[in-house]
């Protein structure tokens, strides 16, 4: 009896695992790759992302609650998509800075063997 409470505890903590990590992926990783190729910094990528990712943590429930969930999911990724969104414009790091610093760097290497090439 107690072996197959054990075994009951470790599939739903494996489970609730791999939920939480793909919710986290959403939160974390969909927003990142919105801006990239949008090669812009907004708060919509964290909306959209958080939602996603609230949504999916909450899929055994009924279709209403996943909705008011997800809706929740937006509002607080609005919300802390405002903030970060502040704090990259303010330290310089935002999406268009970062490309735009990849770019120099490109331009630079460019130059620098069309240089010594010639």
Not at 23 to 28: L, V
Not at 29 to 40: F, G, T, V
Request: glycine share 10%; with cysteine; charged share 20%.
């Amino acid at each position: 009896k107690k072996q197959l409470r054990w075994k009951s505890i470790l599939a739903e903590s494996g489970k609730n695992t791999l939920k939480y990590a793909v919710a986290t992926g959403f939160i974390i990783h969909l927003s990142q790759a919105i801006a990239a190729y949008r090669n812009k910094s907004s708060v919509w990528e964290y909306a959209v992302s958080t939602s996603l990712g609230v949504g999916v943590l909450n899929l055994g429930h009924n279709l209403k609650h996943c909705a008011r969930m997800s809706l929740f999911g937006a509002v607080v990724g609005t919300v802390g998509g405002y903030v970060v969104c502040q704090f990259l414009d303010g330290s310089g790091v935002n999406q268009e800075q970062k490309y735009l610093g990849w770019l120099r760097h490109q331009w630079r290497e460019q130059k620098h063997m069309k240089q010594t090439f010639e």
